[in-house]
Structures are given as C-alpha cells and as structure tokens.
C-alpha cells in the first residue's frame, strides 16, 4: 500500500507511467515516437516484496522488439530483483530500465518505415 502511494506520487504527470491495476504498473522507457522505445509491466502477487514480482514485456508496444532483447532485458530485471527481494522495488526497476535503454537495445535494429 505505501508502495502504492509512492508510485502514484513519483509518477503523477509522468505520461510514461500507468498503473493497470493497485498491483500491476506499466513504464515506457523512452519517447513514444523512439524506434528503441520498449514498455516493461510489473505486476505485484500477493506475497511481494518477499517474493519477486512478474515482470513482462508483452505488450503490444514492444511487437518489434526480438524476443531474444526482450529476454536479455528480462534477465538483466531479474538480477535486479534478486538484489532486491525483500524490499519495495518497482520504482528501482522502472528507474533501472530508464538507465540502462541504450545498453538494453543495443543490438535491436532500427527498422525505417517506407511509405
């Protein structure tokens, strides 16, 4: 609950952000018009912080990205959350993924639309 609030409060304004559900979030980590844009979703169950939360890149924003990036950023998010069990750790998710978005989409062609 006072995570909650935390988030609410961080993020209020902030268009990247979008809480889904009291326990689930989503964060655009970069401008929506950036071809190297990606939304990570952070999901709370019941027993988080002692247990990790579930993190996804499904969403449709993400279609272009290969699921080989995705999983490397999922796996660079789940060392993240190891560090972190225990404690409230979406804000240091969010924020940790926002850091790291060049290095996470490195390898992710930059596809040009032609019309």
Known sequence: Q???????SIYEG????????PVSFQYRIG???DPKAFLIEVSWPET???TAPLISMDA???????SAIKQ???????????ANLGTAMT???????????EVFMENQPVNTVVS
């Open 2 to 8: 006072m995570e909650l609030e935390a988030l609410r």
């Open 14 to 21: 902030d268009t990247c952000f979008r809480e889904l559900s």
């Open 31 to 33: 401008e929506s018009g």
């Open 48 to 50: 988080y912080p002692q």
């Open 60 to 66: 449709f924003f993400n279609n272009t990205i290969s």
């Open 72 to 82: 490397s950023i999922l796996d660079k998010l789940k060392v993240e959350v190891e």
């Open 91 to 101: 804000y240091t998710l969010f924020e940790y993924a926002k850091d790291n978005k």
